[in-house]
């Protein structure tokens, strides 16, 4: 079978419409940001009202509970879209090896941050959700979710010097400014692309 070879113009075309699609296909996957952003601000909260309340020892159980439901209702919205879809684009597999790798290093440090304590591993997260962010949006030339990356950064940077109980309010802030917020953005725009 032989190949025809692309003009330029048909191969910058080609390039703009797999980046399109992969847009698109953000843009119908705000459910996730939209999900993980209310369910880590909520653990956050929580945790931070129940330290203030005085019951510190039980402080952290909204966390493993809120994360496996996150974790349980992500995998069935994952595996609803990935049955609609008819094609999986390369930028469609860069995300997931983006996020794949990126649940990989959080579930390290999470297991690590009794050890190495949770006022050194959170900054570490922000940083690392501020990568995964940025060159998300870089991929698909989402600025929300760039700016939501360096917005993480600073944040990260901002914990290393703040008590435990201030970097849970970090937390929740950096979720709403960079998953719903974005993710309500997302949301609008696949709405207006699809009228």
Do not use: C
């Not at 930028?91 to 297991?111: E, F, K, P, Q, S």
């Not at 006022?119 to 940083?127: G, K």
């Not at 990568?131 to 979710?145: D, T």
């Not at 700016?147 to 309010?169: D, K, P, R, T």
């Amino acid at each position: 079978m032989k190949q025809e070879e692309l003009t330029h113009e048909e191969s910058l075309r080609l390039i703009g419409g797999m980046i399109k699609t992969a847009q698109n296909r953000l843009t119908d996957n705000s459910s996730h940001y939209l999900l993980w952003g209310y369910l880590v601000t909520l653990a956050a909260v929580i945790h931070y009202v129940l330290i203030q309340m005085g019951i510190p020892e039980l402080a952290w159980v909204p966390w493993p509970i809120l994360m496996s439901a996150g974790g349980i209702i992500a995998g069935f919205m994952g595996y609803r879209q990935g049955k609609k879809s008819t094609v999986t684009t390369y930028t469609d597999r860069l995300m997931a090896y983006l996020w794949g790798g990126m649940v990989v290093v959080m579930l390290a440090l999470l297991v690590q941050g009794a050890r190495m304590g949770w006022d050194e591993v959170y900054p570490i997260l922000f940083l690392l959700w501020g990568w995964a962010l940025f060159v998300s949006g870089g991929m698909v030339r989402f600025m929300p979710l760039m700016w939501g990356g360096v917005f993480n950064w600073a944040m990260g940077i901002f914990a290393f010097y703040q008590s435990f109980e201030v970097q849970l309010l970090l937390i929740a802030t950096s979720m709403i400014a960079t998953y719903l917020i974005p993710g309500y953005m997302l949301r609008l725009k696949f709405k207006k692309d699809a009228a």
